[in-house]
């Protein structure tokens, strides 16, 4: 569940959270980066175990392969991303369109990629690794220099910490968990943090309770009042956080006023796997955006880099066509600061979101020439003009028996989706 909002219909600068406060800038930025990377990324996706047999994963290498503590700990030590490049990974962020970044500062395998001084399993303790780079510091000045928001992945759930699965020494781990978080909090200023490892499972046994997660979420409002925090912070729908995080899927609601946001994998893994070149589509990515935005969600893509600590090529490729179609005629117009509208049910053709007067019709099915692309109304309103952004192509627009009828007067100006902006008095 997440904290809900009041939807576009009922906006009051004073207290429409999209316009003010603390996760205003969350609910307008719509669109981020994901990135998972770890000491299971110097794998890259493969283990060979000693009977010679080839075992396949991501992040969750070390349990799925049952590769045994020493043996993880050991490869873990060659781990060298030595071309892991903030600026480039910044810069491939900024030119997808997204606002936001947020990077696994600590994966399930208890590995963090910061210099803790909780432990000595990290990215500079226990690395082949330069002792001199803190890539968490360097992602930190490129995100600023570049007005992108830096957020931090955190399990909960730890495979390494020798308290961990035992509730009788669990405040042990949750002491070290707590001063790890102030470490980030204090060295790196993050806009938000993402947690995850929260669910039931006793593979190895997971002792959050509700509680713990109700205690953790106030320690860090008093860490940082300003944080924002997503919903996995302890038992999931108890310690609600301040979004929800519905994951590899596009929930059909809650549309009006509730705040989530919907991550995805850019092929079928999250950390780097080299054997998985199914890559989704930059035209599907582009609307997955849109349908996230129209239901007023935000939409998280990932990126693995690999052991070297370079973004996969398809990845960089896919993004920067998104961010082109972001650019082109202003059809980003239909994202940033948009949300769901209130006043038209979704259509089949395509997805519509709403920023002030201005309702953004993303086509993505044109309809044949001469034809019309039907709008269903939720609640009486006028359509004052309309036009499709960049081509200035003229578009007709009846009233019908439910709605409006919208006939174009060309030809779509963008496969992927080209966007028709509509002004409307929305009425009282
Ligand atoms: O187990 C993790 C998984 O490795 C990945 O980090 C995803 C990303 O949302 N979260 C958990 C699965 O829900």
Not at 255 to 272: A, F, I, K, P, R
């Amino acid at each position: 569940s997440a904290r809900s909002e009041p939807g576009p219909g009922t906006d009051h600068a004073v207290d429409d959270p999209f316009t003010s406060g603390r996760t205003s800038w969350f609910r307008q930025d719509r669109f981020g980066m994901f990135i998972h990377f770890g000491a299971y990324s110097n794998l890259e996706g493969e283990y060979t175990r000693p009977d010679g047999t080839v075992c396949r994963n991501a992040e969750w290498i070390q349990r799925e392969c049952q590769i045994p503590k020493d043996a993880y700990e050991k490869q873990a030590a060659t781990f060298d991303p030595a071309d892991f490049d903030a600026k480039a990974v910044v810069g491939a962020a900024k030119d997808a369109g997204m606002k936001y970044i947020v990077i696994t500062s600590k994966h399930h395998d208890g590995y963090a990629m910061w210099p803790t001084k909780v432990n000595s399993w990290n990215l500079r303790d226990h690395s082949a690794f330069d002792k001199r780079r803190d890539i968490l510091a360097e992602l930190k000045k490129e995100a600023d220099d570049a007005g992108i928001k830096l957020g931090f992945y955190y399990s909960i759930w730890d495979w390494h910490d020798p308290d961990f699965p035992d509730p009788a020494t669990f405040p042990r781990y949750e002491k070290r968990m707590y001063a790890q978080l102030k470490e980030l909090v204090d060295a790196y200023d993050p806009a938000l943090l993402w947690f995850d490892g929260e669910w039931d499972t006793e593979n190895p046994h997971n002792p959050w309770t509700a509680r713990d997660g109700e205690r953790l979420e106030s320690y860090l409002r008093d860490l940082d009042p300003e944080l924002i925090v997503n919903n996995r912070v302890g038992k999931r729908r108890v310690v609600d956080g301040d979004y929800g995080t519905p994951e590899q899927e596009i929930p059909d609601g809650p549309v009006d006023g509730q705040l989530w946001e919907s991550c995805m994998t850019l092929n079928g893994h999250w950390g780097y796997a080299r054997y998985d070149q199914n890559w989704k589509s930059s035209t599907t990515l582009v609307r997955n955006l849109l349908a996230t935005t129209s239901r007023s969600g935000n939409y998280l893509l990932n990126v693995g880099p690999d052991a070297r600590g370079r973004i996969p090529e398809p990845s960089v490729d896919r993004l920067a066509e998104m961010g082109s179609w972001l650019r082109a005629d202003g059809q980003g117009e239909a994202v940033y600061g948009a949300r769901y509208g209130g006043l038209v049910e979704e259509p089949s053709w395509g997805a519509v979101s709403r920023k002030g007067d201005k309702l953004y019709a993303a086509v993505t099915q044109w309809p044949e020439p001469g034809g019309a692309l039907q709008l269903k109304a939720r609640t009486a309103f006028e359509v004052k003009s309309a036009r499709v952004l960049g081509s200035g192509q003229k578009v007709e627009v009846a009233k019908t028996a439910d709605g409006y009828a919208l006939t174009p007067s060309g030809e779509a100006t963008n496969p992927t989706g080209t966007v028709v902006e509509l002004t409307v008095d929305p009425g009282p």
